[in-house]
C-alpha cells in the first residue's frame, strides 16, 4: 500500500497539482492547485564532436509556465580538465574523452532547479593535415 501512495504522490508532482486536469502544463492556475509550474529545459546540440582546442556555442531553450518567471541560468562542464563551458555556453576542448556532460541549469525562485546536460565528445586536433613546405623543399 505504501508504494502505491508514494507513485501518486509522485503522479500529482509531475502534472503539477494534486488533481491532474484541474491545472497541468501549460494550463490555468486552479483554485487547489499548490506546486509550480514545471520549467522546462533544452540544450542543443544534444550530442557533438570537437577537437581539443575547438570552440562549440551550446544553446538552451527555456519555456516556462507561466511564461513571465525569471530564472538564472548557469553553465557546467563534467570535468573540466578535459572541456570548460563559459557562461554564455561556449565549450572549449581541452584534452580528449570520450565523453562530457556540458549541462545547463536554470533555477527560478519558488520553482524545483532544472538540469539538462549534452554530450561532447573530444578528440585529439590532428597533428599534421599533408606535407609542410618544408618536406616540399626536401624533394
Excluded at 491545472?23 to 533544452?42: E, F, N, R, W
Aim: proline share 9%; with cysteine.
Amino acid at each position: 500500500m505504501k508504494r502505491v501512495m508514494s507513485f501518486a504522490l509522485i503522479a500529482g508532482l509531475f502534472t503539477s497539482c494534486a488533481s491532474p486536469g484541474v491545472c497541468s502544463p501549460g494550463g490555468p492556475t486552479a483554485p487547489g492547485c499548490d506546486l509550480p509550474y514545471p520549467i522546462y529545459v533544452t540544450v542543443t546540440p544534444a550530442s557533438a564532436t570537437i577537437s581539443v582546442d575547438q570552440t562549440l556555442q551550446m544553446a538552451d531553450s527555456i519555456v516556462s509556465n507561466p511564461d513571465n518567471v525569471a530564472y538564472a541560468v548557469s553553465w557546467s562542464s563534467s570535468d573540466t580538465t578535459k572541456a570548460g563551458v563559459n557562461s554564455t555556453g561556449l565549450v572549449t576542448g581541452k584534452a580528449p574523452s570520450p565523453g562530457v556532460a556540458i549541462c545547463v541549469t536554470a533555477h527560478a525562485a519558488g520553482y524545483p532547479t532544472v538540469v539538462t546536460c549534452a554530450t561532447v565528445t573530444i578528440q585529439q586536433a590532428p597533428s599534421n593535415f599533408g606535407p609542410t613546405l618544408a618536406d616540399r623543399k626536401m624533394r
